[in-house]
């Protein structure tokens, strides 16, 4: 039984559909400003203010580690009661975490502080006359991270309602916001600073939208101070701390690289890789909306008794997963080298090696996607906390190992070794035993698809590259755009069968149904 079966007739259908096609469209959003405004701001900015830029980003994103895991763990508990019917538990939860949140924004911004007053003035490589920049531009990301947490409450009660959309839709608004006010900034002459002070300022308006989003989702929502409790606070613990073990794992994996490469080889290296992980990551993104949605929905299939469709769900979601970013992959990787010189100019070439060892991993993190929601909802989320922290841990001896002898890509290969192994070797062959899978089953149903897809698109691509070779960004796009078809058609034709093929239309006519506009025909009809 899948999850579209399980759902047939109800809400779980339609929010699954509109969240993933705002997910995506936020994507579209962000990739879209992201091609545009990155060259925008470098030239506007330099290698060198924009290196600085994300390297003290990267120190901010540590503070999300003071979330203690309790964003996944709060959704979980939020999701149970409220699949129990249990109003009255669920503004106790929220209400509860709202006064814990709210001391540990007042934690980061102390630790903030210390940070701005003794960690910069000593960073290594870091030249004076930046320093007081990189102070300004911590206390103001400061001031966005403390305020931040308890606004955490708001996004959890939403998500556990599964009403994606209302959030992606906040969030595309701001984006778009952000890219606005970032183009006339700079367009207008001003620095850095400014820039960071106007973005932040944009991002604390949002909560109030946040929270307004939490209300229509949950209109029962009641926050009491009175309501706090140490019991909750001790049950989420229990589950959230491996979760923070999971956080503080995926942080020395992915942000510790441009701290790794600053130390070693200066901002401007830091500028050259960001290149390379903002296309891996849009790689990631545009391949994992559906997996994001996933947990809520598994949390809610295992408290209603529901784990027999978890076998199902497995086959379908990493089917789906590898399917898209094995093409997304083949477009990436086969139009690399002038996608990066006509996005960016001349001068960036050292970002395709990294990009091509960053976006095979990124085929693994995306495909094992299903396998660690599967995981996480149904108990087995100390193995994935022990199995992240490990891999992050072996990255970080890898990459400063790697990065004094092959700079850049040393590190990109630091980061893709361990994130490969601890994937295929440990957590895909965990997750399969959890529902009753056999590695070997899960690996031919899964496969198929995206091995039809990718020969045929891969061949295109190498016929494309040799007699038209794309020198501008539209003909990049537009050469993409005819490989990914080609992709598609194969998948179908070819890597599903007939039956397979009908289930994934029936998928479709469901979510079709369940809109408004489905169900207005069926009225009429």
């Not at 060198?48 to 999300?64: C, I, K, N």
């Amino acid at each position: 039984m899948s999850v579209a079966a399980l759902s047939d007739g109800s809400a779980v259908a339609w929010n699954l559909m509109t969240g993933t096609l705002m997910k995506y469209g936020l994507l579209a959003v962000n990739v879209g400003l992201g091609l545009f405004l990155m060259p925008f701001t470098i030239r506007h900015l330099g290698t060198a203010e924009y290196g600085l830029w994300m390297l003290v980003a990267s120190t901010t994103y540590y503070f999300q580690l003071l979330d203690l895991g309790y964003g996944s763990g709060l959704v979980r508990h939020v999701a149970e009661a409220d699949a129990r019917r249990d109003t009255g538990l669920v503004n106790q939860i929220l209400s509860t975490f709202v006064v814990v949140y709210s001391g540990l924004g007042l934690v980061a911004a102390g630790g903030m502080a210390a940070l701005i007053l003794w960690g910069v003035p000593h960073f290594p490589n870091l030249p004076p006359e930046q320093v007081a920049r990189a102070q300004a531009l911590l206390a103001l990301m400061g001031v966005r991270i403390a305020i931040g947490f308890p606004m955490t409450v708001f996004g959890a009660a939403t998500t556990a309602r599964q009403r994606f959309a209302l959030n992606n839709a906040v969030a595309i608004a701001v984006a778009l916001v952000n890219g606005a006010v970032t183009y006339v900034v700079l367009g207008s002459g001003f620095g850095l600073l400014t820039l960071v002070a106007a973005t932040t300022a944009i991002s604390l308006l949002s909560y109030a939208a946040y929270a307004w989003t939490a209300k229509q989702a949950f209109p029962e929502l009641r926050l009491r101070l009175s309501a706090f409790s140490r019991t909750l606070v001790k049950d989420v613990t229990a589950f959230s701390m491996y979760l923070f073990i999971i956080d503080i794992a995926i942080q020395i994996g992915f942000n510790l690289d441009n701290m790794v490469i600053a130390a070693a080889l200066g901002t401007s290296a830091v500028a050259v890789y960001a290149i390379a992980l903002r296309f891996a990551d849009c790689q990631r993104q545009l391949c994992n909306q559906f997996n994001s949605l996933l947990f809520p929905v598994a949390v809610r299939l295992e408290a209603a008794g529901h784990s027999g469709a978890m076998p199902a769900m497995l086959v379908d979601g990493t089917r789906i997963a590898l399917t898209l970013v094995v093409g997304v992959t083949v477009c990436l990787i086969g139009f690399a080298s002038p996608l990066v010189t006509a996005w960016m100019g001349a001068g960036f070439e050292a970002t395709i090696a990294p990009l091509y060892v960053l976006a095979f991993a990124g085929i693994v993190l995306v495909g094992q996607g299903p396998l660690g929601n599967v995981l996480l909802s149904t108990g087995r989320h100390r193995l994935v906390a022990i199995v992240c922290l490990g891999e992050a841990l072996v990255n970080l001896i890898l990459s400063l190992l790697l990065v004094r002898r092959y700079g850049i890509l040393g590190v990109a290969i630091g980061t893709a070794v361990p994130v490969v192994l601890a994937n295929l070797l440990i957590l895909a062959p965990a997750a399969c035993r959890q529902v009753g899978l056999r590695s070997t089953e899960l690996l031919r149903l899964v496969a198929i698809a995206p091995l039809a897809g990718a020969l045929p698109s891969a061949l295109v691509v190498v016929v494309l590259r040799q007699s038209v070779p794309a020198e501008s960004l539209p003909a990049v796009l537009l050469q993409g755009s005819l490989v990914g078809g080609v992709y598609l058609a194969s998948v179908c034709a070819f890597g599903l069968s007939s039956v397979e093929r009908a289930r994934y239309f029936d998928y479709l006519r469901r979510f079709v149904a369940a809109s408004p506009i489905g169900r207005l025909k069926a009225a009429q009809v």
